[in-house]
């Protein structure tokens, strides 16, 4: 790995950071204005929104310009949404802008490693950028839950409160998005510096019709590819899993360890942990054509999760965290590798990772809305649990059944 590579991780991870960070001062902001609980995860709707309705435009505009490129109009496009919380506008709408940034900048950030690296390097790349990226989950979540509690931002205020010069800061969830539109801008000076690769699989055209039919017509050519089939559903249903599970954390936390806001940010750091690990053990263990023999692992995370339910020691809270996590990472990341070499096969990165991020959105949309339903109707933490485990473990066990003992998947 040369120089290069590593300013995209660089570039990446401050930008992940800033992500991370932001939820927790978005919820916080949430909680300020006294919204209802519902509102928490209809916020991180908001957030996904863009990804769900701008996939088919997103790729081809990652296609179109450097990533590079890409990646440093998206970053200011997430500073613009920070601006817009700080100035007032509605929490859900300033960052449900920050999603559009977001939106734009994925398929870049990983289009850019089917460029820039051989087939041979992608199952390490993406263990390295998993890696990073869960470390600045991990970061972020810690940062966040730093900024917002009263000891640290109280006497951060009164500093940033400088004489003379009127701002919008006034409380910490305010004070948490100054900063973090700060690392986004950091992140943006790094993007400038990533390598200018060729335009790979540029857009015919830009035509709204030719844009929707260029898009659905790549859907259905990964749904049909045989690899491609089970590599976008296991990857479609963990990171709606997912994105659900850091609410959960949240609440459980709340429940069964008594913790407060900011201590259950910090928390939610854990399960981060433990994805680093398991992509590491993945990357160490499991090689491009094997990916499919990683899918029980699924499984067993969502039996793992159900184990939250009795857990009420912060020890063994966490030992649960990391396990969850270890085995989200471990197989998720050979699934995102095999989903990458496919799609950058069948017709370019980031059109590729763009169909990914659409059903991969359109589940954390589904699974966020279901969460918001039962939090409306007063469903207790614990039924909500069992509900997203049983959820996992059954449809991963539905996917291994179909896949698993399949011998003829098709040809990396």
């Avoid at 109009?73 to 007032?88: E, H, Q, R, T």
């Avoid at 263990?127 to 972020?140: D, K, P, R």
């Avoid at 981060?272 to 690990?277: E, K, L, N, S």
Wanted: aromatic share 10%; charged share 10%.
């Amino acid at each position: 790995m040369n120089l290069g590579f590593y300013i995209i991780l660089a570039a990446q991870f401050l930008s992940a950071l800033a992500d991370n960070a932001l939820l927790f001062a978005a919820i916080a902001l949430l909680k300020a204005l006294s919204a209802p609980s519902w509102h928490t995860p209809v916020l991180q709707e908001f957030f996904i929104f863009s990804y769900v309705v701008l996939a088919p435009f997103v790729g081809a505009f990652a296609d179109s310009l450097p990533k590079g490129k890409v990646m440093f109009i998206s970053n200011n496009i997430k500073i613009l949404g920070c601006l817009a919380m700080l100035f007032g506008v509605n929490p859900l709408l300033a960052y449900g802008l920050v999603g559009l940034g977001a939106a734009a900048y994925s398929p870049a950030k990983y289009g850019i490693l089917t460029e820039y690296l051989p087939p041979e390097k992608l199952v390490l790349a993406n263990s390295w950028m998993e890696g990073l990226t869960v470390a600045a989950i991990v970061l972020g979540a810690i940062t966040g839950g730093v900024l917002i509690s009263p000891g640290i931002a109280e006497p951060l205020l009164r500093w940033w409160d400088v004489p003379f010069v009127t701002t919008p800061i006034d409380t910490a969830p305010e004070l948490a998005i100054a900063v973090i539109a700060i690392v986004y801008m950091l992140a943006a000076i790094f993007n400038l510096y990533i390598p200018k690769l060729g335009i790979d699989h540029k857009p015919l055209k830009h035509s709204l019709s030719f844009l929707l039919g260029d898009f659905y017509h790549n859907f259905k050519l990964l749904w049909k590819d045989p690899l491609g089939q089970v590599s976008l559903a296991v990857t479609t249903l963990f990171w709606g899993a997912g994105a659900t599970l850091r609410l959960l954390v949240l609440g459980w936390a709340a429940v069964a360890l008594h913790y407060d806001m900011a201590s259950a940010a910090k928390l939610t750091a854990w399960v981060a942990i433990g994805i680093a690990v398991g992509s590491i053990l993945a990357a160490r263990f499991v090689h491009l054509e094997h990916s499919v023999n990683v899918l029980p692992m699924g499984i067993a995370m969502g039996l793992m999760v159900l184990l939250m339910i009795p857990v009420t020691n912060p020890t063994l809270a966490i030992i649960l965290l990391i396990i969850i996590g270890m085995m989200g990472g471990y197989f998720v990341v050979p699934m995102n590798a095999l989903l990458q070499h496919r799609g950058h096969l069948l017709m370019g990165a980031g059109s590729s990772i763009a169909v990914q991020n659409f059903n991969e959105n359109l589940s954390i949309f589904a699974m966020l809305g279901l969460y918001a339903v039962m939090e409306k109707l007063d469903f207790g933490i614990y039924l909500i649990i069992a509900v997203f485990g049983t959820l996992l473990a059954g449809s991963m066990g539905i996917l291994y059944k179909k896949h698993g003992h399949d011998q003829d998947n098709g040809k990396i």
